[in-house]
C-alpha cells in the first residue's frame, strides 16, 4: 500500500452533504438588531444612591447586533462562530427569548430547548434526583415523564451511586455530567447550545459525541455556539460567522472555519521603533518599514498554510555605504530558528548607496510552516564588514490552516509505503 502525501492538499476536507433547500423552516430571523446601555460611571454602593438618586447618569451604547438576517432549516446542524464580543451569544440569547430585541422579527417552527449555560437552574441543597424532576418539569416535561427518564439520565451521566447525594457536594464535572445528561433527555425540535460539547472526561466527551450524531441523525435542528472549529466541521451542515454584529461568511463551515481563524489572528505589526528612527548606536542606515504582504502587494498579518509568504523590508542609508546585504532569521514563537537567508541589496550584487538613498527588497518563501505566530529577525551588513543594523522581530505574522495530523514546526510533504507478508515469508 503506498499513501502519498505530497501531491495531496493538507486542507481538503472530505465532500459535505447540502442540506435539503426544500426542507421547511425551523428559524427564521429577519433584521435582527440589539444595542446595550453601557453606564460610563459605576455606582457601586447603596450610600451613593442615597447621597445622589437624581444624579445625571451617562450611558454609552453599545451595539451587539446590525440588522442580520439567516435561514436554518429543519434537521440542520447548524454552527455560530466569533470572536468573544462579536455578537454570537446576544443572538443566543435572543433565539432562545432571555433576551427581547430592539428590531426585527424571529421565527420559529418547533418546540425549542436553550441550553446557555449547563446547570442554570439546579438547587444546589436538593439531590439530584429531585434536580432532575424539578428541571424536567421547567424545560416542558410532565413530572411523571421525568421521573420515566430519571434512570437514563443518572446512568449516562454515569452517576448512579450519588442519585440521593445533594448537589451541593457534587463536583463541577459531575455536575456538567449532569446537565448535559438532562439536556439529552428533553423532547425537543430545536435545540439552543452554547459550548458546552467538552464536558467530562474523555470517555464522557466520546458519549457525548456519539449523542449528537444521535440526534443529527433524528432530524433535530441544533444551532450551537462554539469556538471549536474542529467541532464545527465535524457536526455542523453549514456555519455563520460573526464580527461586530454583522454576519461575515454563511455557508461551508471548513470555509468558516478558516476565515475564522484569519480573522482571530489578525494583528498589526510594527518595525521597532528605535530601530525606525535609526537611533540604535553605530547604525549606518534606518529600517523604514518591515511587513508581509499579499500577492496583490497588500499588507497582511495572516497567511493561510501552503500560501506564499512574501516580505518586504524598505530602509535608508545615514551615510554613504559602498554596499549592503540584508540576512533574515524566521523563528517561532518560542525563539527557535527555522530558516535563514539573505541577499545583496542591488541587480544581483551589493552597490553603493549615498547618504539618503533607498534601498528595498522583496522576499518569496515557500510556506511549509505548521499554524502559529512566527517572527522575522532583520541584519544588514555593510559590504566592508560588521553590521549596518540589527533588529530584532523586525515583524511578525500568523500561519492558520493546514494539515490536521502531525505537529512540529514544518509539514514536510512526504511518501510511505508499507507490506505485509500473511505467510510470514519473504
Do not use: C, W
Given at each position: 500500500?503506498?499513501?502519498?502525501?505530497?501531491?495531496?492538499?493538507?486542507?481538503?476536507?472530505?465532500?459535505?452533504?447540502?442540506?435539503?433547500?426544500?426542507?421547511?423552516?425551523?428559524?427564521?430571523?429577519?433584521?435582527?438588531?440589539?444595542?446595550?446601555?453601557?453606564?460610563?460611571?459605576?455606582?457601586?454602593?447603596?450610600?451613593?444612591?442615597?447621597?445622589?438618586?437624581?444624579?445625571?447618569?451617562?450611558?454609552?451604547?453599545?451595539?451587539?447586533?446590525?440588522?442580520?438576517?439567516?435561514?436554518?432549516?429543519?434537521?440542520?446542524?447548524?454552527?455560530?462562530?466569533?470572536?468573544?464580543?462579536?455578537?454570537?451569544?446576544?443572538?443566543?440569547?435572543?433565539?432562545?427569548?432571555?433576551?427581547?430585541?430592539?428590531?426585527?422579527?424571529?421565527?420559529?417552527?418547533g418546540r425549542l430547548a436553550p441550553?446557555?449555560?449547563?446547570?442554570?437552574?439546579?438547587?444546589?441543597?436538593?439531590?439530584?434526583?429531585?434536580?432532575?424532576?424539578?428541571?424536567?418539569?421547567?424545560?416542558?416535561?410532565?413530572?411523571?415523564?421525568?421521573?420515566?427518564?430519571?434512570?437514563?439520565?443518572?446512568?449516562?451521566?454515569?452517576?448512579?451511586?450519588?442519585?440521593?447525594?445533594?448537589?451541593?457536594?457534587?463536583?463541577?464535572?459531575?455536575?456538567?455530567?449532569l446537565a448535559f445528561s438532562l439536556m439529552m433527555e428533553v423532547d425537543a425540535d430545536i435545540l439552543l447550545i452554547d459550548e458546552v460539547l467538552a464536558v467530562g472526561d474523555a470517555a464522557f466527551q466520546q458519549k457525548c459525541a456519539d449523542a449528537f450524531r444521535e440526534m443529527k441523525a433524528a432530524g433535530k435542528t441544533i444551532v450551537l455556539v462554539t469556538h471549536e472549529m474542529g467541532t464545527v466541521e465535524e457536526y455542523c451542515d453549514r456555519a455563520m460567522l460573526i464580527s461586530d454584529g454583522h454576519i461575515v461568511h454563511l455557508g461551508d463551515p471548513a470555509e468558516v472555519g478558516r476565515r475564522y481563524l484569519k480573522l482571530n489572528f489578525e494583528r498589526g505589526s510594527e518595525v521597532d521603533a528605535q530601530a525606525q528612527e535609526g537611533t540604535s548606536e553605530g547604525a549606518q542606515v534606518r529600517l523604514l518599514d518591515a511587513h508581509v504582504e499579499n500577492a496583490a502587494g497588500e499588507r497582511i498579518e495572516s497567511l493561510e498554510h501552503g500560501e506564499e509568504i512574501r516580505i518586504r523590508v524598505e530602509l535608508e542609508a545615514k551615510e554613504d555605504v559602498d554596499g549592503l546585504s540584508v540576512g533574515f532569521i524566521i523563528a517561532n514563537a518560542d525563539g527557535v530558528g527555522v530558516f535563514e537567508f539573505g541577499t545583496p541589496i542591488g541587480d544581483g550584487e551589493a552597490q553603493p548607496i549615498p547618504r539618503g538613498g533607498r534601498g528595498e527588497v522583496t522576499a518569496k518563501i515557500a510556506n511549509p510552516l505548521a499554524p502559529g505566530r512566527y517572527f522575522v529577525h532583520c541584519g544588514i551588513n555593510a559590504l566592508e564588514g560588521g553590521i549596518a543594523l540589527y533588529v530584532h522581530n523586525a515583524l511578525d505574522f500568523i500561519v492558520f490552516g493546514g494539515p490536521k495530523d502531525g505537529g512540529g514546526i514544518v509539514y514536510l510533504p512526504n511518501q510511505t509505503e508499507t507490506t505485509i507478508d500473511p505467510g510470514g515469508q519473504r
Open positions: 500500500m503506498s499513501v502519498d502525501n505530497a501531491t495531496a492538499s493538507p486542507t481538503t476536507v472530505k465532500p459535505r452533504t447540502a442540506p435539503d433547500a426544500s426542507a421547511p423552516l425551523a428559524i427564521k430571523v429577519e433584521g435582527l438588531h440589539k444595542s446595550f446601555k453601557i453606564p460610563t460611571h459605576r455606582v457601586d454602593s447603596f450610600k451613593e444612591r442615597m447621597v445622589r438618586p437624581f444624579a445625571a447618569r451617562d450611558y454609552r451604547e453599545l451595539h451587539a447586533l446590525n440588522g442580520i438576517s439567516f435561514e436554518i432549516r429543519q434537521g440542520e446542524f447548524f454552527g455560530i462562530v466569533g470572536r468573544n464580543g462579536s455578537g454570537k451569544s446576544t443572538l443566543l440569547k435572543l433565539l432562545a427569548s432571555i433576551y427581547r430585541a430592539d428590531e426585527g422579527r424571529i421565527q420559529m417552527a441550553f446557555i449555560e449547563l446547570g442554570v437552574g439546579f438547587n444546589a441543597e436538593l439531590s439530584a434526583r429531585e434536580n432532575v424532576v424539578l428541571n424536567g418539569v421547567m424545560m416542558g416535561l410532565t413530572p411523571q415523564e421525568t421521573r420515566d427518564r430519571l434512570d437514563a439520565v443518572i446512568e449516562f451521566a454515569e452517576l448512579g451511586e450519588f442519585v440521593d447525594l445533594k448537589l451541593k457536594n457534587y463536583s463541577s464535572g459531575m455536575l456538567v455530567r
